[in-house]
């Protein structure tokens, strides 16, 4: 991994999202079909609210039946490490390894409200030491 390297330099923008009143199940069904770890959970102005994970969905299944009925708000984290766009790499590695997490979310900071532009995760990290090694 390049020295150095920003958020901004090393990673495409975009996210997958759904907002707190989705069921899980439409939830699972979207992580499935995007072939992606977790969706961010957006509020309807597009601020941030939380993430909802494959982890915290195999909780609720787990601990509910009606599980596929119930809201995203019951289940995401709304605990969210954030990163902004100029974040160095290497410091996005070290919250990911402090916190024991596996994304943060790049936001942009307007106003008060902090609108998520894009996800780092470990994954983003194993592609980059691949692709800087085969240099």
Known sequence: MRKGRTVLEA?????YSCSRQMTLMGA????LERDVSALVVVEEDGAL???ISRTDLLRA????EDWPV???????SQDVVTVSPQTPL??????????HIHRVIVVRTEGDKARPVAVV??????????KDGAE
């Not at 990673?11 to 996210?15: E, L, M, P, T, V």
């Open 11 to 15: 990673k495409r923008y975009g996210i």
């Open 28 to 31: 699972a069904r979207e992580i």
């Open 49 to 51: 609210a939380g993430v």
């Open 61 to 64: 299944c787990t601990e509910r």
């Open 70 to 76: 119930q809201s995203v708000a019951a289940y995401m």
């Open 90 to 99: 290497c410091e996005v590695a070290d919250l990911l390894l402090q916190n």
């Open 121 to 130: 995760s470990d994954g983003d990290f194993i592609y980059h030491m691949v």
